[in-house]
């Protein structure tokens, strides 16, 4: 970001309304689903902290910054639902960087002990037969915005879709 960017941009914080915080002069990064890159769900068997076995889902997101200055996506804490049940929480340390209007490509790996969904049954059969399984990840995601701080926003939806087993 130029100097006269970056002058500008604070002179904006410095004239904003005492009220006005950072979180409503900096837009959060849009999430979306990336097209080209397919999510894949693969059961896991049995094995140390999964005595029921699992699942590992490999979402893939594309991350774009809307705002006029660059910034890193820092984190993203949240919760993944399948068929619109509770699946996994989610906490990934990121540190990508998005230059102003920049998109990246973000691969999140989220692992389920089968042990601890007893109310995925149904789900899991489904998964099995290689029937689609609807996903939602949702949640909170900070950013490091340099001089500006480090805001988080959310909750939000950040991604849905269908997901099948890979073999």
Same mark, same amino acid.
Do not use: H, K, W
């Given at each position: 970001?130029?100097? #006269? /960017?970056r !002058?500008? @941009? $604070?002179?904006?914080?410095?004239? +904003?309304?005492?009220?006005?915080? =950072? &979180?409503?002069?900096?837009q959060p990064?849009?999430?979306?689903?990336?097209?080209?890159?397919?999510?894949?769900?693969?059961?896991?068997g049995?094995?140390?902290?999964?005595?029921?076995?699992?699942?590992?889902?490999?979402?893939?997101?594309?991350?774009?910054?809307?705002?006029?200055?660059?910034?890193?996506?820092?984190? #993203? /804490?949240? !919760?993944? @639902? $399948?068929e619109?049940?509770?699946? +996994?929480?989610v906490?990934?340390? =990121? &540190?990508?960087?998005?230059?102003?209007?920049?998109?990246?490509?973000?691969?999140?790996e989220?692992?389920?002990?089968?042990?601890?969904?007893?109310?995925?049954?149904?789900?899991l059969?489904?998964?099995?037969?290689g029937?689609?399984?609807?996903?939602?990840?949702?949640?909170?995601?900070?950013?490091?915005?340099?001089? #500006?701080?480090?805001?988080s926003?959310?909750?939000?939806?950040?991604?849905?879709?269908?997901?099948?087993?890979?073999r």
């Amino acid at each position: 970001m130029t100097a #006269l /960017r970056r !002058g500008a @941009l $604070l002179l904006l914080l410095a004239l +904003a309304p005492g009220c006005a915080t =950072l &979180g409503q002069v900096i837009q959060p990064p849009t999430f979306r689903v990336a097209e080209d890159r397919p999510e894949e769900l693969r059961l896991l068997g049995p094995g140390v902290g999964r005595p029921l076995g699992g699942a590992a889902i490999r979402l893939y997101a594309r991350v774009t910054n809307p705002n006029p200055l660059g910034m890193t996506l820092s984190s #993203l /804490r949240g !919760g993944l @639902l $399948l068929e619109g049940q509770q699946a +996994a929480r989610v906490d990934f340390p =990121l &540190g990508v960087p998005l230059q102003p209007g920049q998109e990246a490509l973000v691969p999140l790996e989220i692992s389920i002990s089968f042990a601890d969904l007893p109310g995925l049954a149904s789900t899991l059969s489904r998964a099995v037969t290689g029937g689609p399984i609807r996903y939602q990840l949702d949640g909170t995601v900070g950013v490091d915005a340099g001089v #500006l701080g480090q805001p988080s926003f959310g909750p939000m939806t950040l991604l849905r879709g269908d997901v099948r087993v890979t073999r």
